[in-house]
């Protein structure tokens, strides 16, 4: 059974740094792509970020320049870097194993505020 565990939310002030890291038993990374989301409550899920062995990391406009997506092969753990932190980045994440299906974490909540 694959399970997705997220850790490294929590609260940072403004210009601050978080890494997220995602934990995937069952499935490995190595043949998925992995992906960040995040979401507010009321608001659709959106992409962040996602990577892949074969592909280069792409992301949301909102975010190029101060994260990055990135995979430890060999602890089968994803990880986002997050910096320069401010209070629209607040929400929770979610990280995501996309392959023949599609598995999803519990999320972590960021928050951002002074």
């Known amino acids: 059974q694959v399970q997705l565990v997220e850790s490294g939310g929590g609260l940072v002030h403004p210009g601050g740094s978080l890494k997220l890291s995602c934990t995937a038993s069952?499935?490995?990374?190595?043949?998925?792509?992995l992906a960040w989301y995040r979401q507010v409550p009321g608001n659709q899920r959106e992409l962040v970020a996602q990577?892949?062995?074969?592909?280069?990391?792409t992301y949301v406009d909102a975010v190029k320049g101060r994260f990055t997506i990135f995979i430890d092969y060999v602890k089968n753990t994803g990880y986002l870097q997050m910096n320069s932190l401010k209070p629209e980045d607040t929400a929770v994440y979610y990280c995501?194993?996309?392959?023949?299906?599609?598995?999803w974490g519990r999320g972590t909540q960021v928050t951002v505020s002074s």
């Open positions: 995501s194993s996309i392959g023949s299906r599609i598995y």
């Open positions: 069952g499935n490995t990374f190595s043949s998925n792509v």
């Open positions: 990577t892949a062995s074969d592909t280069g990391p």
